[in-house]
């Protein structure tokens, strides 16, 4: 069964802190995806990644793809109150590329 | 384009009660996806489509049914509510594409079963 790991849980910074999220798993994934989740809505994808050590950045956000394709981090640089939400990761395996998600970091950013 | 459609957004059964949950999709995604969130625990899959006339067994299927009749439309059916259904149901799609496997999400529907 794959798994993936995310951590923390929990993050509470205040605005203009740097943070980092992981996730890991014993697993090799053929793409790894992190998704952001407001309070009443549904998972918007914020990035993939497919190549192992891959760095995507998406303005203040810095993705990274393990070179062995089982662990990905996320990094924020001044975090702003509007970066708060549920960060999930996804790593999509099996015949038919299904995802499994970690469990997700919940992240509050306080002016 | 709607994208990802789902009914109703809130709803409270009794246990033993039935009810469907809809999802519609208006941009031709050959795969659909039901999912359920609970706190802390992230999203496990339920069912899965490949495309019409073809479902499968996600990971949590117990107590759950599906359908798949058209591209658009991908029903989630619970036959006899209990307590452990309670959660937030999320309705997926995406199309068949190599390199990566992005999922659209719907907004959910939020399931209380007393």
């Known amino acids: 069964t794959q798994l993936l790991e995310q951590s923390p849980q929990f993050l509470s910074i205040q605005e203009g802190e740097n943070l980092t999220v992981y996730c890991n798993s014993s697993?090799?994934?053929?793409?790894l995806q992190w998704y952001r989740q407001e309070p009443g809505e549904g998972p918007v994808l914020l990035v993939t990644?497919?190549?192992?050590?891959e760095v995507k950045k998406l303005k203040r956000l810095t993705f990274q793809f393990g070179d062995a394709r089982k662990d990905s981090s996320l990094h924020i640089t001044a975090a702003q109150p509007g970066d708060t939400g549920l960060y999930l990761c996804?790593?999509?395996?099996?015949?038919?590329?299904?995802?499994?998600f970690g469990k997700g970091t919940k992240l509050s950013v306080k002016p | 384009n709607a994208g990802v459609t789902q009914t109703p957004k809130f709803r409270i059964l009794k246990i033993g009660q039935s009810m469907t949950l809809q999802c519609t999709q208006d941009?031709?995604?050959?795969?659909m996806y039901w999912y359920r969130q609970d706190p802390g625990m992230g999203l496990k899959l339920i069912y899965y489509s490949v495309g019409a006339g073809i479902t499968d067994k996600g990971e949590v299927p117990n107590g759950y049914n599906v359908s798949r009749s058209t591209t658009e439309d991908f029903p989630l059916r619970l036959e006899l509510a209990a307590p452990s259904q309670t959660s937030v149901y999320f309705c997926?799609?995406?199309?068949?594409?190599?390199?990566?496997?992005?999922?659209?999400f719907g907004p959910g529907t939020r399931l209380t079963v007393l």
């Open positions: 997926a799609s995406r199309k068949t594409t190599s390199g990566g496997n992005e999922q659209f």
């Open positions: 941009m031709n995604h050959n795969y």
């Open positions: 697993s090799v994934f053929s793409s």
């Open positions: 990644v497919v190549t192992g050590g």
């Open positions: 996804a790593g999509a395996g099996g015949s038919q590329g299904n995802l499994i």
